[in-house]
Nanobody, 115 residues
Framework: VQLQASGGGSVQAGGSRRLSCVSS????????MKWYRQAPGKERELVAQ????????LVQDSVKGRFTIYMDGGKNTMFLQMNNLRSEDTAVYFC?????????WGQGTLVTVSS
């Protein structure tokens, strides 16, 4: 499984950004798909998780109501729609897939939110 994340960039506070994570294989067999982020000087943290194909969704409290995780199975892609961005959302965002207890990671994509 190879994951390719994209969509990062610079945005002003209050703006929006959509991240994409494309898988090299069908995501319907994945146990979990997740977005993590790592801010400068901080540990990597889980932002949101979904269980394909349309199962339970978990979102970190700090992004509830602002971030939405969803998937397009036909495109083997997971998305993270981020609205009302804040400076504290600045981080490198990583996508992750768990398949039969194996973890796969995409490369990070940097989101910078300026106030």
């Amino acid at each position: 499984v190879q994951l390719q994340a994209s969509g990062g960039g610079s945005v002003q506070a209050g703006g929006s950004r959509r991240l994409s994570c494309v898988s090299s294989t069908s995501i319907f067999g994945f146990n979990h798909m997740k977005w993590y982020r790592q801010a400068p000087g901080k540990e990597r943290e889980l932002v949101a998780q979904l269980n394909p194909p349309g199962g339970r969704v978990l979102v970190q409290d700090s992004v509830k109501g602002r971030f939405t995780i969803y998937m397009d199975g036909g495109k083997n892609t997971m998305f993270l729609q981020m609205n009302n961005l804040r400076s504290e959302d600045t981080a490198v965002y990583f996508c992750n897939a768990v398949v039969l207890s194996q973890n796969y990671w995409g490369q990070g994509t940097l989101v910078t939110v300026s106030s």
